[in-house]
């Protein structure tokens, strides 16, 4: 029989779930609805409700508070890796000269660039191609004998670990399209040079179309090294959840 017991410990998992799986970055879960993405943590937390022992017998605001705040930390990597391929596809957008060509997305009002979306399909994929979801739902699972239900401490928060994960992924994300961003870099070194020995030559329109080609060109060589580096963001939030 379904009792308060099992309602409480199915509200607090379902707390701790909740950032991980409705704003998870997948575009998987981007564009389904929110009701749609409630009823996965409710489903997930109905399940796992069987392999938690229940301790709380009354909900207060620091059980729902803590619970919260632990789902947002384990959220908070994963959201970096994709922001962080997010930012650098952006920025070899700009680069390369396409970013004109940016589509307005309404679920988050603002413009996405062709690369940048080509990155996080990209990683999404792979996360699924991986199992790395089913190393998360494994992970979580593990997280509650370490740290069972309602005994999180805000003070157990290293600060200092997130922003050093946060940065580790920017720049393991700009390294991994190091390649590309270079060869552009050097492909406008060259009209820059021939801009001031040519200053009547419209350089602009004559550099865009070869930068353009030059960037995709770059890209598709560097796509087998862009695969096989982009799990490795998911190492530290997975580690984070791991512990």
Do not use: C
Request: glycine content about 6%; cysteine-free; proline content about 5%.
């Amino acid at each position: 029989m379904f009792g308060f017991l099992e309602f409480t410990t199915v509200l607090l998992l379902s707390l701790r779930l909740l950032p991980i799986f409705v704003v998870m970055p997948l575009t998987i879960f981007t564009r389904a609805p929110i009701f749609f993405r409630l009823i996965i943590v409710l489903v997930i937390s109905v399940i796992l409700s069987g392999l938690v022992p229940i301790e709380h017998s009354v909900i207060t605001i620091s059980l729902i508070v803590s619970e919260f705040l632990l789902g947002t930390v384990l959220a908070f990597g994963f959201h970096t890796a994709f922001a962080s391929l997010d930012l650098v596809g952006k920025l070899l957008d700009l680069q390369i000269g396409i970013n004109t060509a940016g589509v307005f997305d309404p679920s988050s009002s603002h413009l996405n660039g062709v690369i940048s979306d080509l990155l996080i399909a990209i990683a999404g994929v792979l996360f699924f191609i991986l199992n790395l979801h089913y190393t998360l739902l494994s992970g979580l699972v593990a997280l509650f004998r370490v740290v069972p239900l309602g005994s999180f401490n805000f003070q157990l928060l290293n600060i200092k670990k997130l922003v050093s994960l946060m940065g580790e992924q920017f720049i393991f994300a700009f390294i991994i399209l190091l390649p590309v961003i270079l060869g552009v870099w050097l492909v406008d070194i060259a009209f820059a040079i021939m801009s001031r020995s040519m200053p009547q030559a419209n350089i602009y329109f004559l550099a865009l179309p070869v930068k353009f080609i030059a960037g995709l060109v770059l890209l598709m060589l560097a796509m087998p090294m862009i695969v096989q580096n982009v799990p490795r963001l998911f190492d530290e939030p997975l580690k984070l959840i791991l512990f």
